[in-house]
């Protein structure tokens, strides 16, 4: 036995499908502005003014930083256009989820050899490096590099 297809239920339906589609909305937009800080600079037309000669005098560096992940330890070469190893000053290093600040960690790096490394343990998936360093001469190096963990 069918019942009838009224007026009221055809209200109910479409007031439940908007009332779910609304909510998930809701939801999406609230966990969107929560875990996400949306900040990169304080002044981003501040941060414009000098950016052509930081990236020229870094450039002029020559500087590659390759950055590896093995067994909860971060290692990161820093070498010149000749592939040598280079010594840094001032290093500092934002480990964290591109999507939310909550994981984000400073660890303190020790060098060995040319390779600046360490441990911190990272949960599966991509991590981004916020990596700040200077030359002998004061010449600022940054890059942010995504880090990739397997597993």
Known sequence: MMTELTGRHVFAITTGAFAIIIGVNMLLAWKAVSTFPGLEVENSYVAGQDFNERKAAQDALGWVMTPT???G?????FTDHQGNPVMVQNLKVLVGRTTEASDDVWPDFAQSDGIYAADVPLAH???MLHVTAAAADGT???QRSDLFVQG
Request: proline share 0%.
């Open 69 to 71: 992940y093995n067994g």
């Open 73 to 77: 330890r971060i290692e990161l070469a």
């Open 125 to 127: 998936g991509k991590w």
């Open 140 to 142: 600022v190096f940054e």
